[in-house]
């Protein structure tokens, strides 16, 4: 068992946070009560990574897919859940009494202004913060984000002497600016990673959890830094 003090923590941490509608029904719930309750969970989360000295935390928001397929109504009531945490007060004195950068991810043109603006200020406010970020995956899919890239590296190749190389992709990401992710946690059971960063999570540990989202725990936490703190990373040698 690894001692405390020899904990190894991942420096970049990405989390799909699923199993917010399956809670629900299991607790005999409306749908947007488990997304809500998956919201303050991811507070507490956000809490608990920054403790253990972790200096960038990924979650996963909203997939592009979810944007395609989830019911119209159920995207409404996420959508304003989103506004209204964005908004709060409580939520922003928090972000900015600990320094805390909030980064917003993905194709946001076709979200809801309120959402896109209410989003956008608190990235815009806590943008020269630095110790601690938190980047927000939003209407984000890995291989919409391949495309894109295809598409940025479409038009650059069209000037002459353009080296394609692998820094060449990666600039041209809509995730550019994220480096690799050491480790990626999924709850509710399911092991896969649906996309999740393509590129960055070419060589991550990763930790699968049978709890639902609203239903993780920091010992949950905690057991899961500690696996990857035993883990030998060896990136192919």
Known sequence: M????????????????????????????????????????????????????IKMITVWGLSTE???????????????????????ESLRKMLYENGIKLRIIGNLSVLPAKL?????????????????????????????????????IAKESKKRGVLIDEKFVERNLRTAMLPDVDMIIRTSGEQRLSGLLPWQAAYSEL?????????????????AIK???SRQRRFGK
């Open 2 to 53: 690894t001692n405390e003090k020899d904990l190894i923590v991942p420096k970049h941490l990405a989390l799909i946070p699923d199993g917010n509608r399956r809670w629900a029904k299991t607790h005999g719930l409306e749908i947007f009560r488990g997304h809500s309750s998956g919201i303050k969970k991811f507070v507490e989360f956000a809490r608990w990574s920054k403790d253990r000295g």
């Open 66 to 88: 979810n944007l395609s397929n989830r019911p119209t109504i159920e995207l409404k009531a996420l959508f304003n859940l989103y506004i209204k945490a964005a908004r709060d």
């Open 116 to 152: 896109r603006d209410a989003l956008m200020d608190i990235e815009r406010k806590t943008r020269g913060y630095g110790d601690y970020t938190i980047n927000l995956l939003i209407n984000y899919g890995g291989r919409d984000d391949l495309v894109y890239s295809a598409r940025q």
């Open 207 to 223: 930790y699968f959890s049978d709890r639902y989202w609203p239903d993780f725990r920091k010992k949950d936490f905690d057991k």
């Open 227 to 229: 696996t990857f703190s």
